[in-house]
């Protein structure tokens, strides 16, 4: 038999979609598929919330120790707040970036089992696959949120209660973890083995943290961090959490430009691991 | 002659120098249970990923319930179920999550979601196991599951590889009468790969046997049986007449390839 080329129309009959779908519900089914894969992580954490429970370790950590030494000490410039409340919305970034850092590793043990393929399989937009995915380490950073505002009111950081400030809080915790989640899942998708994605995992996000204006200012940086800073999506984060957390926050950059960073990130990152995610396969 | 469900045309795949699949040409009718034999590294994963769309063909072309592999890739995952050789059901959730998992990815209408989950785990007699985690299953369970997961949405064709590695006689038996009922009752073709000979034998109306990742022998297992001119032949000698040395033949399995099965067997069983 002759071989057919790709490209081709071979002989093979290939009769056409039946339902040509509008672009309305196309759009419709990709957030629902989104939604059901973002879905399948919050019910693993209620099946098992130890994960919830190890997580909370770190925020107290920095808060009480270190958030009470340096504050006693006064070593770093916060302006005209007291440096713990400079600190809070600081630290409830970085645990949101520590928990969204890791969160590829459910890809690479899905993808050790048969899992991914079974979704690959699936008609599930890989774009779905990986916002979804990107998502889920959202849902699993909301309890960090209510982890450090509690330890916040102990601490007496003056929270501002106005619920849009909250939902705008909620909204750039879920865009920030989504974001580095995204990012977390494009290192998972390149490196495929557990050993090489948690060293490059612990490889960055010490850079990340210290790049930002999460424990300190910018304004107290050397020139060409203060660079690194600018590019660093962790600082538009924290500039919205300083500025929508605090009862009387500031915003440095403008909560337009920071929201809009968070945003552009959230994007470019969920769009490159849906083209990668079919390497999970090979 | 009615049209073939999934059809083959000088399929090819390679890795590097490897060629996996080479020239692979086939079709399978419907309501048929295919099987697609042949050793460790022989090509036959390669050739199922290619069909259920996992994996790009690096030449050739495919079909699958009419729609092109490649230029009709989403058409082809709505009309198909696909259960991998390694574990796809996820622990950490409920055999029932995870069914409703699938049924919404397979846009199972909403109404007839829940009626249809209940439906596969009685039909696999798993309705009591329904609310535990699938980590407490056993490996029999897990396989069962895996099948009612990849049905829900009433593929046309069903793609199982290697669907009884690692289990025990008793539960491989149970597997095998339910890939036959699913046949009997709604007409699904069944299209797996097996380097078992009984499974073959005992399930699949025609089998092709893969060799070095082209196709060695095809036909039903009487045909086979006869073709190698020896009275009184097993599919085994059949197997051993047409894909050769063993050993030899082995070349082709990657360490990975063989850890992941080791440990799916494992884990299985």
Known sequence: M?????????????????????????????????????????????????????????????????????????????????????????????????????????????????????????????TALALGKALSGGVRALPQCILVYILA????????????????????ILLGAAAFSAFSLIIALLVKTRERFMGIGQVLTMPFFFASSAIYPISIMPDWLKVIAHGNPLTYEVDTLRALMLSG??????????????????????????????RAVT | MSIPVVETIALSCRYGDLTAVDNLTISVERGEVFGLLGPNGAGKTTAIKMLTTLLRP???????????????????????????????????????????????????????????VQEGLAFMGLEDAGNKLVRTYS?????????????????????????????????????????????????????LTTHMMEEADRLCTRVAIMHHGKLAALGTPAELKASIGNEGATLDDVFVHYAGDRLESESGVSYRETRQTRRTTKRLG
């Open chain 1, 2 to 126: 002759r071989p057919a080329k790709l490209g081709e129309q071979p002989s093979v009959s290939a009769e056409k979609p039946k339902q040509r779908k509008n672009p309305f519900t196309a759009a419709q089914r990709f957030l629902y598929k989104t939604a059901v894969i973002a879905g399948l992580d919050a019910r693993k954490l209620r099946h098992d919330p130890t994960e919830l429970v190890m997580r909370a370790v770190q925020p107290v950590l920095w808060l009480l120790v270190f958030g009470q030494v340096i504050a006693h000490t006064r070593i770093i410039p916060s302006g005209d707040l007291p440096y713990i409340d400079f600190l809070a919305p600081g630290i409830l970034a970085q645990s949101v970036l520590f928990i969204a850092i890791f969160s590829g590793m459910s890809l690479i043990w899905e993808r050790d089992l048969g899992i991914v393929h079974k979704f690959l399989a699936s008609p599930t937009p890989r």
């Open chain 1, 153 to 172: 009111v102990i601490l007496g950081v003056k929270i501002d209660w106005n619920p849009l400030a909250l939902v705008g809080v909620l909204t750039a």
């Open chain 1, 249 to 278: 926050g500031t915003s440095s950059f403008g909560l337009a430009l920071d929201f809009g960073v968070l945003v552009a990130a959230t994007i470019v990152m969920v769009l490159i691991a849906g083209r990668l995610y079919p």
């Open chain 2, 58 to 116: 690096t030449s050739g072309e495919a079909s699958v319930a009419g729609f092109s592999i490649t230029r009709q890739a989403p058409d082809v995952r709505r009309v198909t179920g696909y259960v991998p050789q390694m574990i796809s059901a996820d622990g950490t959730l409920t055999g029932y999550e995870n069914l409703m998992v699938f049924a919404k990815l397979y846009d199972v209408p909403r109404a007839e979601r829940k009626q249809r």
């Open chain 2, 139 to 191: 490996g029999g369970m897990i396989r069962r599951l895996e099948i009612v997961q990849s049905v829900l949405h009433r593929p046309r064709v069903l793609f199982l590889d290697e669907p009884t590695v690692g289990l025990d006689p008793l539960a491989r038996k149970a597997i095998w009468e339910h890939i036959s009922e699913l046949r009997a009752e709604r007409g699904t073709t069944v299209f």
